[in-house]
């Protein structure tokens, strides 16, 4: 079983330029998230959706959209890509009742 | 004050050493606790979850503290797979999306 699968692994990018960060996930899982991870910030929550359909901001979602057109597939949007978003990005899926977490192998995006 | 807050490390312990983490959180309304390991340049993952009543899995044990609002993991007889970086989240209420990562702490185990 793959999990959650995510796409590119990584991208050197422009900024101003436009990217989509690609996730899907094979479990059937309700809720998926997306998270940055940034050296000495941790893991924060930028964009979460409980159920297809719907979604919800997080701590740092400026600069970033999502979309839930179905269960499986949550992709992650920078419009106009700044070198404040350079990170590492993680997509995370969960039976919503558990509570636990399942990580992507992460997107390293460098913005220049 | 931070949510979740931990101490970054990193910890170096030889091999065979016993090590403990801990983990103090700000909301008192906190329902659930985990801990969750992080190779490097890896995703994270579930190491366990955390109950009131204390849980162990093998060498490691986790404990919850609800009057002072701080969750510890100890690791006995450390190996050198030990070695990583250990994430301690918390969720604020019901539902996934409000679970709070630490930066976490790393551990580094030496031969």
């Known amino acids: 079983t793959a999990g959650i699968t995510q796409a590119p692994t990584s991208q050197i990018l422009a900024a101003g330029r436009s990217m989509t960060l690609r996730c899907t996930q094979d479990?059937?899982?309700?809720?998926m998230y997306w998270y940055r991870q940034d050296l000495g910030l941790g893991l924060r929550l930028i964009h979460y959706s409980n159920t297809a359909g719907t979604t919800g901001k997080g701590e740092v979602p400026d600069g970033y959209s999502v979309s839930r057109a179905n269960t499986d597939d949550f992709p992650l949007t920078l419009a106009s890509a700044v070198p404040s978003q350079t990170s590492v990005y993680f997509c995370?899926?969960?039976?919503?009742?558990?509570?636990?977490?399942?990580f992507g192998e992460g997107s390293r995006l460098t913005v220049l | 004050r931070k949510e979740v807050e931990q101490d970054p490390g990193p910890f170096n312990v030889p091999e065979g050493a016993t090590v403990a983490f801990n983990c103090t959180y700000s909301n008192s309304a906190s329902q659930s606790f985990f801990w969750y390991r992080q190779d490097c340049r890896k995703e994270p993952k579930l190491l366990m979850s955390?109950?009131?009543s204390g849980n162990e899995d093998g060498r490691f044990t986790a404990q919850l503290n609800r009057a002072s609002q701080y969750i510890s993991l100890l690791i006995r007889d450390s190996k050198l797979s030990d070695s990583a970086t250990y994430l301690c989240v918390v969720s604020s209420g019901a539902g996934s999306y409000q679970l709070t990562f630490g930066k976490g702490t790393k551990l580094s185990v030496i031969p």
């Open positions: 995370a899926s969960s039976d919503s009742s558990a509570g636990e977490l399942f």
């Open positions: 479990m059937r899982h309700n809720a």
């Open positions: 955390v109950y009131s």
